[in-house]
């Protein structure tokens, strides 16, 4: 019996991985999902450990929440798949989707244009026209996006919206024209 023992691989310590886990569900309990999956990438990152996908969000979720699983699906695309799916039909669009998968799976919530473009020639994208011209007018005009820190730009609650509404396009012109601002019907400008 001994031999066999000595040639058997030693037996985990069950007692020492269950108080890891107390205190690693402990300390992530009060955290948001989002920060919870930055938790986990990061240490498997540093343990030089694979997780394999960690979800983005919980398997338990209510009903309403279960309609969105194609929209899951689509995080764990290729850009050039993201961007198939998404059928953008503009530089704009497509610009706003980028912006959207480096936000949401390169986890990227700050960026410049030469990110977007970048990632724009890894999906295979058409070159962009002029895509300083298109970031500011999907900043200042469209209002996908919003100044970021250090001369960045971050992805609106329009901009994520509307990427959600795609491919229809219809719906997308319903997302823009919900989030219109109130109380802006026009200034008149009185010439004196």
């Given at each position: 019996?001994?031999?066999?023992?000595?040639?058997?691989?030693?037996?985990?310590?069950?007692?020492?991985?269950?108080?890891?886990?107390?205190?690693?569900?402990?300390?992530?309990?009060?955290?948001?999902?989002?920060?919870?999956?930055?938790?986990?990438?990061?240490?498997?990152?540093?343990l030089?450990?694979?997780?394999?996908?960690?979800?983005?969000?919980?398997?338990?979720?209510?009903?309403?929440?279960?309609?969105?699983?194609?929209?899951?699906s689509?995080?764990?695309?290729?850009?050039?798949?993201?961007?198939?799916?998404?059928?953008?039909?503009?530089?704009?669009?497509?610009?706003?989707?980028?912006?959207?998968?480096?936000?949401?799976?390169?986890?990227?919530?700050?960026?410049?244009?030469?990110?977007l473009?970048?990632?724009?020639?890894?999906?295979?994208?058409?070159?962009?026209?002029?895509?300083?011209?298109?970031?500011?007018?999907?900043?200042?005009?469209?209002?996908?996006?919003?100044?970021?820190?250090?001369?960045?730009?971050?992805?609106?609650?329009?901009?994520?919206?509307?990427?959600?509404?795609?491919?229809?396009?219809?719906?997308?012109?319903?997302?823009?024209?919900?989030?219109?601002?109130?109380?802006?019907?026009?200034?008149?400008?009185?010439?004196?």
């Amino acid at each position: 019996m001994a031999d066999l023992d000595a040639t058997s691989s030693p037996l985990p310590d069950y007692d020492s991985e269950l108080e890891a886990l107390a205190s690693v569900l402990k300390a992530l309990a009060p955290l948001p999902d989002d920060s919870k999956t930055f938790v986990f990438r990061t240490a498997a990152e540093r343990l030089g450990l694979s997780c394999g996908n960690i979800r983005r969000e919980s398997s338990t979720r209510s009903e309403s929440d279960q309609g969105n699983r194609s929209e899951r699906s689509e995080l764990t695309m290729t850009p050039k798949g993201f961007l198939r799916s998404k059928r953008p039909s503009s530089e704009l669009q497509r610009m706003v989707c980028l912006a959207y998968y480096l936000t949401f799976v390169q986890e990227k919530p700050h960026f410049k244009t030469q990110d977007l473009t970048a990632l724009n020639t890894d999906a295979a994208g058409g070159k962009f026209s002029n895509p300083s011209a298109t970031v500011r007018n999907a900043t200042s005009q469209s209002r996908f996006f919003a100044p970021g820190p250090k001369g960045t730009k971050q992805i609106t609650s329009l901009g994520e919206d509307y990427v959600n509404a795609l491919p229809d396009q219809d719906e997308a012109k319903t997302v823009v024209l919900s989030h219109k601002p109130r109380g802006t019907k026009g200034r008149t400008t009185v010439k004196e």
